[in-house]
């Protein structure tokens, strides 16, 4: 027979038996009238050889598209009318198992490929369920979703918050050159600046800043690191630019609080908080009410005269005492809003304001661009108390997030590889003077001795700086035409500047003890002046030239300590503070983009 080529394990599957109990319907009822039904062929044709073999072939190629679609979900374990998997429900204990009385349509069904159809309708509706209380997410294959569909991605396929939004900015250095950067919407000016470093090839030592400029307006503050820049840059005017600039003060006051706040200056409205070793806390916590009081020279609005009122800055915003001192809530007028403006510090008040002093602050609605008649000009009557107002405005409105951008990039620096080399960074208690003439070092407790080592290690750069030509010719590197050119090269030094230009550098990159530059002397052709800032002061010192032994020597104290040349001078006063007021720490630096 043609059964004989199947074998055993074939003939007892539960398939194959069903297959031959239950004959299809298809099979049963042929379509159309007058054809015979498959019984009447079995027994017309029990002998006939064929007819069976077609029957059996037919159930086979059923079988076999049942297993297939079957084979993704369980090699063994057959399919129920729901299309689940019956591995869940016991097998009977018998040859067969039991199978309850269903009707002959239903189990037509189970030998039929229907259930396949069945199977992947019921994972197309589990997949529409779980993807239902997702998020919308756009398909990045959308020709697998439909035959109609286009085997690329069209350009409105994505919606239009997946394309990064980027701007041009245009950055100016402080000798007028300038660079176009690409930027991302979201790039705040820490970044910006930390772009700015890498193509310049800068140190980045967290004192970068990013500056709005407007000259129109006289005005001029330095971005929180956290702002966005094209934010900020939606504010401006098309005369206003932003400025790659060196600011050292831009979190001193966090360092040396108390020099930036003067007791007289700095109230609460609890007494109880009022002790000022909780000075940044009461700033920085949002529950405290900190006040900056004191009198500031006031420009009224519409109206070229200054007026000198009793001012006092809150979290809700300035307000001026319309009696005297008094601030009870009806002597109080609201002069400018924290919420939805910013403090600039002017550059030119006096000529452009008429302003009484040079010290004067502005507070510019975001709203405002080249209106002047808007803005709430204010004048200290000296740089000190101008910090103070300045600093207080933005810790009263920014609280926290100063903190925070204070203290990432210490975190950053705290996380460095160790093979890293760190920037120095010392502090004046943190050097000693040592003796390394024996074999080990000790450190020199005696002032006497220590300062006798400085004056001879002074003498042995000057012996190394005549051993630099043996033969004594007039060449390049004569040490007379060496000691008057190699300072130029340094960043420190600013050539050809005037008095007032040193002092506007030194306040424009903060005014922090040790902040300094060196330029040519005014009145003395063949001299240099040091300019250092101490305790927010600007000083000069003149470094006159001298003579010794055929040798040109420089000299900031009379000739008592002698240099070869500006590069060594630097180098001492950086380690020993000598006749300064304090140690050389901070150069102004001006690096073109």
């Given at each position: 027979m043609a059964l004989a080529g199947c074998p055993d394990s074939f003939l007892h599957h539960p398939y194959y038996q069903d297959k031959v109990e239950q004959t299809p319907r298809s099979q049963q009822d042929p379509a159309g009238p007058g054809l015979p039904t498959q019984s009447d062929r079995l027994a017309h044709h029990q002998e006939d050889d064929v007819d069976l073999e077609a029957l059996v072939n037919d159930m086979n190629a059923s079988l076999e598209s049942?297993?297939?679609?079957?084979?993704?979900?369980?090699?063994?374990?057959?399919?129920?009318?729901?299309?689940?998997?019956?591995?869940?429900?016991?097998?009977?204990?018998g040859p067969r198992s039991v199978q309850p009385q269903v009707s002959p349509r239903q189990r037509v069904q189970r030998s039929q490929p229907v259930h396949i159809l069945a199977v992947r309708r019921l994972q197309e509706e589990d997949q529409q369920f779980r993807t239902s209380s997702l998020p919308a997410i756009p398909n990045p294959f959308p020709e697998l979703c439909g035959p109609g569909s286009p085997p690329v991605l069209t350009p409105g396929s994505l919606p239009p918050s997946q394309a990064a939004a980027k701007q041009d900015v245009k950055v100016f250095s402080e000798d007028g050159t300038s660079k176009v950067v690409e930027i991302l919407a979201d790039m705040t000016a820490r970044d910006l600046c930390q772009l700015l470093v890498y193509k310049s090839h800068c140190v980045d030592d967290n004192s970068w800043t990013l500056v709005e400029h407007h000259p129109h307006l006289g005005l001029e503050r330095c971005l929180e690191d956290h702002e966005l820049v094209v934010q900020v840059e939606?504010?401006?005017?098309?005369?206003?630019?932003?400025?790659?600039?060196?600011?050292?003060?831009?979190?001193?006051?966090?360092?040396?609080?108390?020099?930036?706040?003067?007791?007289?200056?700095?109230?609460?409205?609890?007494?109880?908080?009022?002790?000022?070793?909780?000075?940044?806390?009461?700033?920085?916590?949002?529950?405290?009410?900190?006040?900056?009081q004191g009198f500031l020279h006031v420009k009224e609005l519409g109206k070229k005269s200054w007026k000198k009122l009793y001012v006092c800055l809150r979290r809700s915003g300035l307000y001026c005492s319309t009696k005297g001192t008094s601030k009870e809530p009806r002597h109080l007028q609201l002069l400018a809003d924290l919420e939805d403006s910013n403090i600039f510090s002017l550059i030119a008040g006096r000529k452009q304001y008429s302003a009484p002093t040079d010290h004067g602050l502005c507070i510019k609605p975001n709203k405002v661009r080249n209106e002047a008649k808007e803005l709430r000009l204010l004048c200290a009557e000296d740089e000190q108390t101008r910090t103070c107002w300045m600093t207080a405005f933005r810790l009263l409105k920014y609280g926290m997030l100063l903190y925070q951008n204070y203290r990432i990039p210490q975190q950053r620096k705290a996380l460095l590889s160790p093979f890293s080399t760190p920037v120095r960074s010392v502090?004046?208690?943190?050097?000693?003077?040592?003796?390394?003439?024996?074999?080990?070092?000790?450190?020199?407790?005696?002032?006497?001795?220590?300062?006798?080592?400085?004056?001879?290690?002074g003498h042995a750069w000057r012996k190394r700086s005549t051993r630099m030509n043996i033969l004594g010719s007039q060449s390049p590197l004569h040490p007379s035409t060496?000691?008057?050119?190699?300072?130029?090269?340094?960043?420190?030094?600013?050539?050809?500047?005037?008095?007032?230009?040193?002092?506007?550098?030194?306040?424009?990159?903060?005014?922090?003890?040790?902040?300094?530059?060196?330029?040519?002397?005014?009145?003395?052709?063949?001299?240099?002046v040091l300019t250092l800032c101490h305790h927010q002061k600007i000083k000069n010192?003149?470094?006159?030239?001298?003579?010794?032994?055929?040798?040109?020597?420089?000299?900031?104290?009379?000739?008592n300590t002698k240099f070869s040349d500006l590069i060594q001078l630097v180098d001492f006063y950086q380690l020993n503070k000598?006749?300064?007021?304090?140690?050389?720490?901070?150069?102004?630096?001006?690096?073109?983009l």
């Open positions: 049942l297993y297939s679609a079957c084979s993704m979900q369980s090699d063994t374990v057959p399919l129920l009318q729901n299309g689940q998997h019956a591995r869940s429900q016991p097998r009977a204990s939606s504010t401006m005017a098309s005369e206003s630019k932003f400025l790659f600039r060196k600011n050292y003060a831009k979190y001193e006051f966090f360092k040396n609080p108390m020099n930036f706040f003067p007791e007289q200056m700095v109230t609460w409205c609890q007494q109880s908080n009022g002790s000022q070793s909780q000075l940044l806390q009461n700033f920085l916590n949002s529950s405290s009410c900190p006040e900056i502090s004046e208690n943190s050097l000693v003077a040592m003796d390394f003439s024996g074999q080990t070092g000790r450190v020199i407790e005696n002032p006497a001795e220590a300062q006798s080592a400085a004056l001879e290690e060496l000691s008057t050119v190699i300072h130029r090269t340094q960043h420190w030094f600013h050539g050809r500047i005037s008095r007032e230009e040193s002092h506007r550098i030194i306040k424009q990159q903060g005014l922090v003890d040790g902040l300094f530059l060196l330029r040519d002397s005014q009145s003395n052709p063949k001299a240099f010192f003149q470094i006159l030239p001298c003579e010794d032994d055929g040798q040109t020597f420089f000299s900031l104290d009379d000739g000598g006749v300064l007021p304090c140690k050389l720490k901070h150069h102004c630096i001006r690096v073109a």
